[in-house]
């Protein structure tokens, strides 16, 4: 199973960018690229995900690496609200199996 | 629309007892999977359902864990008896599977304490 790295963890400021870096070198061809984040005292929530081309969505923005073996989550504007710890895992298509790492806990300051 | 529905909460045993746990996935969704979460750590796959089919167990300590999904709804994962090493957060997703891997619904767990 592929394998991701991410940063243990990240600080931001309320109301700027932020950006969540995730590599995962070994990445196969068919590996989707899934976000999620865990608040405090809740399951894991889905953020977004994709194959090869950026995605965005309502909550944020995915930039995947050309060669796929980064990515990186963008939060446009980081409220209080996102403070998570946010997991990047790829998902090897045909076993549906999720493998989360420790995830990046981020910080927001106000 | 309601969402993973678990129970209870919180729940703390003296080791060597017996802990059931409950789950009842988002209507319509035919997979289910049960994940334990230690502090500071993702959450690790127990056990994924396709209905009432165990399709991955494979990391289910099975000599102290049971889980059953009968009628392909709602799911119970036991342990018994409960070890100190067992203290964690117990999680329950559900998902409808399709062509690609499909996003994954998550209860807010139920923390275990084994005293």
């Known amino acids: 199973d592929a394998k991701t790295t991410q940063p243990n963890s990240m600080e931001s400021n309320e109301e700027e960018p932020v950006h969540l870096p995730c590599n995962h070198s070994?990445?196969?061809?068919?590996?989707?690229i899934h976000w999620y984040r865990q608040l405090p005292s809740q399951g894991p929530e889905y953020v977004i995900h994709?194959?090869?081309s950026n995605v965005n969505n309502r909550m944020a923005s995915l930039a995947i690496a050309e060669d796929r073996k980064s990515s990186t989550l963008i939060l446009h504007r980081a409220t209080l609200r996102d403070a998570a710890v946010y997991y990047c895992?790829?998902?090897?298509?045909?076993?549906?199996?999720?493998?989360f790492g420790t995830g990046t806990r981020l910080k927001v300051l106000a | 629309e309601a969402g993973v529905v678990q129970s209870p909460r919180y729940k703390i045993i003296e080791k060597k007892q017996p802990v059931a746990f409950w789950c009842n996935p988002i209507?319509?969704?035919?997979?289910l999977y049960w994940y334990l979460q230690n502090l500071g750590q993702g959450p690790e796959l127990l056990i994924r359902?396709?209905?009432?089919?165990?399709?991955?167990d494979s990391q289910l300590p099975k000599d102290r864990f049971s889980a059953e999904r009968l009628k392909g709804v709602d799911s119970t994962l036991k342990i018994q008896p409960a070890e100190l090493g067992d203290s964690a957060v117990y999680l329950c997703?559900?998902?409808?599977?399709?062509?690609?891997?499909?996003?994954?619904?998550f209860g807010p767990g139920t923390r275990l304490t084994v005293l």
């Open positions: 997703a559900s998902s409808l599977q399709g062509l690609g891997p499909n996003e994954q619904f």
């Open positions: 070994t990445i196969s061809g068919t590996d989707y």
């Open positions: 994709g194959l090869t």
């Open positions: 895992i790829l998902i090897t298509s045909g076993t549906y199996k999720y493998i």
């Open positions: 209507s319509g969704h035919n997979t």
């Open positions: 359902y396709e209905n009432e089919e165990a399709v991955d």
